[in-house]
């Protein structure tokens, strides 16, 4: 009966933390594991200094959710267009903005980027190709097909990713967009981050179809779910999304399921889900996940894990003390780089057709 036990115990101890096969190096792995611990810690200290009255308006989360963002990005080149929307720190800091422009922005100094004019969330860097978001959500779905648009009529191998929420699909211009990409087979992945909820609007009373992925069907190109808190799995269909684009072969969307652990924003209780279903995602969580994970493969120890922790607390505290000691921008600045300089000038309208009918 003893050796019963013991047999069990060791076929457990053996269960593998992901069935995803890959072919990613260990180093590649560990730079994830930075990114994604990096997300989370920020994320995490940004709730707090709301919370302290540090900076104002409030703040959107995404604990919970770091894989969906940090895990594409990080395979993205500087090239390639990503289009954020409300809860993608993640995507900000793989896509290499530095933290202190990320922590100016949230505190609306005039060190970032827009020079405080926006929201706390929204973040971008023209020079990497982040654009800095509007509020109205899907927009940035718009715009990462416009993008690719023009990638493919300059004949440039870049690609467009975008993100949104699943209750951001109901909008009429994320249709559109997908419909357009679709037609021209254009370079772009569209990145859904289903967390069932749409500030308090469920999924199901959002959509007819179970899957929101499968609405990609309606414009000609694959549309697939997967498990967005496994952080292996989403680098795999990510990579698969993006070579498929820079091999022109179009768009996909991708369905990642996933949650968000606290309200739609740091000013929201949240109180419309219920505690046992957000303890069931918290258990999920996608970077205890890949930490059991590569433990168990050997490549991180509890001393390598201490050692970045460590490094990344002092990186995020140099980040907060450059965003509090920025001054705020003057009020005439209110009226600056709000319009294009380019505008009018319609660079892109080359004749050149994009689709012959015989495709
Ligand atoms: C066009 C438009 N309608 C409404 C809003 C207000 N709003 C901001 S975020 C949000 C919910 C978005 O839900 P979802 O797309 O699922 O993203 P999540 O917040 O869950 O990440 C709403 C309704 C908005 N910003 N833009
Ligand atoms: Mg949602």
Not at 258 to 263: D, P, S, V
Request: with cysteine; hydrophobic share 35%; aromatic share 10%.
């Amino acid at each position: 009966m003893a050796q019963k036990t013991q047999t069990k115990k060791k076929s457990a101890k053996k269960k593998k933390a992901s069935k995803v096969s890959h072919d990613f190096s260990e180093k590649q792995l560990m730079e994830v594991y930075r990114l994604l611990m990096t997300t989370r810690l920020m994320d995490e200290q940004f709730r707090k200094l709301f919370r302290k009255a540090r900076f104002a308006g409030t703040y959107f989360s995404a604990v919970g959710q770091e894989a969906t963002t940090v895990c594409p990005c990080y395979l993205l080149e500087k090239d390639d267009f990503v289009g954020p929307s409300h809860r993608e720190l993640g995507a900000a800091i793989a896509k290499g903005i530095p933290l202190q422009e990320i922590t100016a922005q949230v505190y609306a100094r005039r060190t970032s980027v827009d020079k405080g004019k926006t929201h706390p969330c929204h973040y971008g860097k023209k020079e990497l190709n982040v654009i800095n978001p509007a509020s109205t959500v899907a927009s940035q779905a718009v715009l990462a097909t416009g993008a690719s648009l023009a990638y493919k009529i300059r004949g440039e191998k870049h690609v467009s990713v975008s993100f949104f929420g699943e209750g951001s699909t109901s909008r009429g211009g994320w249709h559109e967009a997908l419909n357009f990409a679709g037609v021209h087979k254009l370079p772009a992945i569209y990145i859904c981050q289903n967390n069932l909820w749409a500030e308090s609007v469920p999924a199901s009373l959002q959509a007819g179809v179970k899957q929101f992925a499968d609405r990609a069907k309606a414009y000609g190109f694959p549309g697939i779910t997967i498990d967005g808190n496994d952080v292996l799995e989403v680098l795999k269909a990510s990579k698969e999304a993006i070579e498929r684009a820079r091999a022109g072969e179009g768009p996909t969307l991708i369905e990642m399921m996933t949650y968000r652990w606290y309200g739609h924003s740091e000013i929201d209780p949240a109180d419309y889900r219920s505690q046992d279903e957000c303890d069931a995602w918290m258990k999920q969580c996608p970077l205890h996940r890949f930490e059991k994970y590569l433990t168990d493969e050997g490549i991180l120890t509890k001393a390598k894990r201490e050692g970045i922790v460590s490094e990344i607390e002092s990186e995020i505290k140099d980040a907060i003390d450059f965003a509090e000691n920025s001054p705020y921008a003057d009020p005439e600045e209110a009226l600056t780089d709000v319009y294009s300089v380019d505008y009018g000038q319609n660079k892109f309208n080359t004749g050149i057709s994009l689709r012959s009918d015989s495709e």
